[in-house]
């Protein structure tokens, strides 16, 4: 690990203006994620800034009657709250089905959604990577791409998004709060939150330089069965081969959004006119224009197959 300079911010405007005036500075709360990398020192960041005293660890009925999760709300407690799971009950399902209760009692809400994008190629510093390094290649195009992306992707990378929350936060048409460094602060719905690759596969989310995530607001509740359902290779600290987190109302109609696919939890709402009509004709719809490779085409009939049997579920 490099050597790196260290600061405790007292305000979130406070916070979002020393990262604008360093270099390469990064924000730290749980670490879960960044600590790993910068061990690898494929982060390596030269100024830490911890956020854990800034008081955004509250979660607050709003005046719309959804919620507003603060940054730095623990995956553990965010799935517990009496309100998540009586009226978002797929948010704590999705959130239950990530990492390890070690990890959950440490990891944030912010931190969770701000998950760098996973492949192995990525982690191997040895092998060029665009995330890692832009315009060095992308040796998973071509390599071994079981667990990567067929939707989304692009020529530059195929890497898939690990949040198993932000596939929920996607399906409830979560926002995302934030403030500047200048103060200034706006909402970004979470559907415009995470980039797809293009050609810059390294810049993964819409934040400015400097913006920091002071919170995420849930809607009002829409009601109706919640299931997330996560297939992986082994029962548990895995990551996704696929995810569907649907709501499913009593008529049929609801919403799917789908995670281990792409660079970011997928949602196409015009699929989602078919649920009635059954899985095969959403999974049409969610998968259009998918480019998959020789080692992840199954995925495709995995998605169709598990979203068959979250409707069974939810229909009863």
């Known amino acids: 690990m490099k050597a790196f300079s260290y600061e405790r911010a007292r305000t979130p405007a406070e916070a979002a203006a020393a990262a604008a005036e360093h270099e390469d500075a990064k924000f730290i709360a749980g670490g879960t994620n960044l600590l790993d990398l910068m061990k690898l020192e494929i982060e390596t960041p030269a100024h830490l800034i911890d956020v854990n005293g800034l008081a955004l660890d509250t979660i607050e009925t709003t005046p719309e009657g959804g919620l507003k ?24 399902r999705a959130l239950m089905a990530g990492a390890s209760g070690q990890l959950r009692n440490k990891a944030t809400t912010a931190g969770n959604l ?17 995330k890692r390094s832009p315009g060095s290649g992308c040796a998973a195009i071509g390599g071994f791409s079981r667990q990567l992306g067929l939707v989304g992707v692009s020529d530059a990378c195929i890497a898939t998004h690990p949040s198993d929350m932000g596939v929920a936060m996607r399906a409830l048409d979560a926002v995302v709060e934030t403030v500047k460094p200048d103060g200034e602060t706006r909402t970004i719905p979470v559907a415009e939150f995470h980039r797809l690759p293009g050609d810059t596969p390294h810049v993964e989310n819409a934040l400015e330089k400097g913006e920091l995530i002071t919170a995420m607001t849930l809607p009002a ?20 081969l696929i995810s569907v987190g649907a709501v499913v109302q009593p008529d049929g109609t609801g919403r799917v959004a789908i995670g281990g696919v792409a660079p970011k939890p997928w949602r196409v709402e015009a699929a989602e006119a078919d649920m009635k009509r059954g899985a095969k004709a959403v999974a049409d719809g969610l998968f259009a224009n998918a480019r998959p490779t020789h080692h992840n085409e199954f995925k495709r009939t995995l998605a169709e197959r598990t979203l068959g049997s979250v409707l069974t579920e939810a229909r009863g």
């Open 69 to 92: 999760i603060g940054a730095l709300v623990r995956n553990t407690d965010l799935a517990a709250h009496k309100r998540v799971r009586k009226d978002y009950a797929l948010l704590t």
């Open 114 to 130: 701000l998950q760098r994008t996973r492949c192995p190629y990525f982690y191997d510093t040895a092998q060029p990577c665009n």
């Open 221 to 240: 509740p829409v009601g109706g069965k919640h299931v997330y359902r996560k297939v992986r290779d082994r029962a548990s600290y895995a990551f996704a």
